[in-house]
Nanobody
């Protein structure tokens, strides 16, 4: 059974940076596409960044391009989300998720394993 544990959230001022980490266990990490989602109060959950099991393939929501970077370390079974130039509108609970093995990392409906979420709050 896949288990995901996020860490790294917190309170930061606008313009600051945070790095989220997600520790994966239970299966072979390198075969799973991984994504970071977020959900703000009153809004739907959205995929902000994703990374394929294939090297070099990543996806970003347009508003994240140039500010957020997703990466994975298959040796550490961990996926990261580096968030720079944070804005108050980035405030949300951020969730790590794993899709089906060898599946399309951009297919939102394919994500089946979820972490508990970590709060990111950006103050103005």
């Amino acid at each position: 059974q896949v288990q995901l544990v996020e860490s790294g959230g917190g309170l930061v001022q606008a313009g600051g940076s945070l790095r989220l980490s997600c520790a994966f266990s239970g299966r072979t990490f390198s075969t799973y596409p991984m994504g970071w989602f977020r959900q703000a109060p009153g809004k739907e959950r959205e995929l902000v960044a994703a990374i394929s099991w294939r090297p070099g393939y990543t996806y970003y929501l347009d508003s994240m391009k140039g500010r957020f970077t997703i990466s994975r370390d298959n040796g550490k079974n961990t996926v990261y989300l580096q968030m720079n130039s944070l804005k108050p509108e980035d405030t949300a609970v951020y969730y790590c998720a794993a899709a089906n093995v060898y599946s399309d990392y951009q297919n939102v409906k394919g994500y089946r394993y979820w972490g508990q979420g970590t709060q990111v709050t950006v103050s103005s």
